[in-house]
């Protein structure tokens, strides 16, 4: 499947995904203070739809420690069907699926967070990946849903009562902030 250039979200992106995708685009709402949404990517094509979605947002790293740590921090929401692939490469994990690493995680510990995804409580275990990122994954409606932070020591912002809206229905109007589009989604 194609994965399409990422692109600031506006309303027009909102519209498409709402049409196209057979995967939610999940958003953190509210978002945390002084985050923007810096980017939307989707894998799919016109056959099949919208098989995997990835939302960037992007804020002050609340989890900054000394000089040296960034400023920022980055969030990737990943939803995305089982085999695609997108999150593994964005989580840095190095497989397709996150199954046989899931599997022994769950069997080595209780989930690692616990975020709300339209309104289910769905837990998250954390794998290992690239050394710079946190990567939580779990399963929500159905697909695989991935949490992906950058810095990794910001990887508790996973853990900080974060609840998901799915952008093909969020059940109110969003006005969401954009920022500009964050060089993670290439």
């Not at 709402?29 to 985050?35: E, N, Q, V």
């Not at 799919?44 to 739809?49: A, C, S």
């Not at 990737?76 to 690493?101: K, S």
């Amino acid at each position: 499947m194609p994965l399409h250039p990422a692109r600031v979200l506006d309303g027009a992106q909102m519209r498409e995904v709402a049409t196209s995708a057979k995967v939610p685009a999940w958003l953190p709402w509210p978002l945390p203070p002084d985050w923007v949404v810096t980017g939307l990517q989707r894998v799919g094509d016109d056959r099949e739809g919208t098989v995997a979605t990835v939302l960037a947002i992007t804020g002050p790293n609340p989890f900054r420690a000394s000089r040296s740590d960034p400023l920022t921090a980055e969030l990737l929401v990943v939803a995305e069907q089982p085999g695609i692939g997108l999150g593994p490469r964005l989580g840095g994990t190095g497989d397709i699926d996150p199954g046989p690493a899931l599997t022994a995680a769950m069997a080595e510990s209780s989930p690692h967070a616990t975020v709300d995804a339209g309104g289910h409580a769905i837990p998250l275990w954390c794998l290992d990946g690239a050394p710079d990122r946190a990567a939580y994954v779990g399963e929500a409606a159905s697909v695989w849903l991935w949490l992906i932070v950058l810095p990794a020591a910001a990887g508790a912002l996973a853990l900080d009562g974060l609840r998901l809206v799915d952008l093909r229905d969020p059940g109110h109007p969003l006005d969401v902030p954009a920022g500009a589009l964050t060089p993670l989604l290439r």
